[in-house]
């Protein structure tokens, strides 16, 4: 018998002997009541106590050595890590920073005006067709292109232009686009823009930045090139291009596009409010996802949206 059962059998016992009472003279029962119920007050605790110790021996006992006690020097949780489009996004980031340039976040909810109109393209403008994008019950528009900060971005900052002065700023954000998913293609992914304006700011300056750009993230010198491309924000407008990393098996025979740039149009400086006769600029935008991709080699765009714990614990 256990020491549980053996102690109820002791309550039962004890109750019977409450029977008694009606069988005593008058002036014993009030001590006799007393004395059995000061019993029957120990016998609970004690059954109380002993139900309790046999919960606690139904526990695991703690093992002190294991990686997850509570008094073990090694932490009880792995400790998780920076997404690996954060921590690369925090180097462009500051390659840029070293260049100058401030950084200004960009929006995940956006309008017609900045999204197109501020960007030169008019309503009912063919360009518009070229952006697959996602729009609300509200009509507002998560962006496609970081591209919709230029305008605000331009405002925040022409103040700076007195005095001989610059506009120089990147914004990176987070783009949507309303595409089927393989392993080029993404619905979500990042991108970084990057905007300069000055009295005398030239193709050449803006060549010079995104070749330092691209020579520092990678870790070696590198042969670029552009060709023509088309954006209505810009003119001429151009695509950059860059020879294959050798990260990536690169021997100087093959060129990879990394993101459209140019010179901006003036109507996109004059909806800022900065004179186009009085004022250069050049912007550029390209994804983060391909950055990372091509410098660790990975093959597939969706792991990084993937939430695979395998695929982000390699970094």
């Given amino acids: 018998m256990s020491s549980v059962e053996k ?61 997850s006690a509570p008094n073990s020097e090694i932490p009880r949780f792995k400790l998780g890590s920076k997404h690996p489009l954060m921590t690369e996004l925090n180097k462009v980031l500051s390659i840029y920073a070293h260049m100058g340039f401030n950084i200004m976040e960009s929006r995940q909810l956006d309008d017609e005006f900045h999204m197109f109109e501020s960007l030169n393209f008019p309503e009912g403008h063919p360009a518009r067709d070229g952006y697959d994008t996602f729009r609300t019950a509200e009509n507002f528009i998560p962006p496609a292109h970081t591209s919709t900060m230029q305008y605000r971005a ?29 392993a080029t293609h993404e619905h979500t992914f990042y991108q970084c823009e990057g905007v300069f304006v000055s009295k005398d700011a030239t193709m050449g ?7 330092n750009l691209f020579e520092t993230y990678y870790g070696q010198k590198l042969n670029t090139k552009t060709q023509p491309g088309y954006f209505p924000f810009t003119e001429p407008s151009l695509e950059f291009l860059i020879e294959k990393p050798k990260s990536l098996g ?43 991709m091509l410098k660790y080699g990975l093959t597939d765009i969706r792991y990084f949206e993937s939430g695979s714990l395998k695929f982000l614990e390699e970094f």
């Fill in 7 to 67: 102690i109820k059998s002791e309550l039962s016992a004890l109750n019977a002997e409450y029977a008694k009472i009606k069988d005593l003279p008058p002036e014993e029962r009030k001590n006799f009541g007393i004395e059995m119920n000061k019993k029957k007050a120990l016998l609970e605790q004690k059954l109380k106590e002993a139900e309790e110790a046999v919960e606690d021996a139904e526990v695991a006992p703690v093992d002190e050595t294991a990686p």
């Fill in 250 to 292: 690169g021997k100087g025979d093959g060129w990879l596009e990394m993101l459209g740039c140019g010179m901006i149009h003036p109507n996109v400086l004059k909806t800022a409010g900065i004179d186009p006769e009085e004022y250069k600029g050049f912007a550029w935008g390209g994804g983060i996802d391909r950055l990372v």
């Fill in 154 to 182: 331009l405002r925040r900052f022409k103040d700076d232009l007195k005095n001989g002065g610059e506009i120089a700023v990147v914004i990176p954000g987070r783009v949507f686009r309303n595409e089927d998913a393989d």
């Fill in 205 to 211: 300056q803006m060549l010079g930045v995104l070749k």
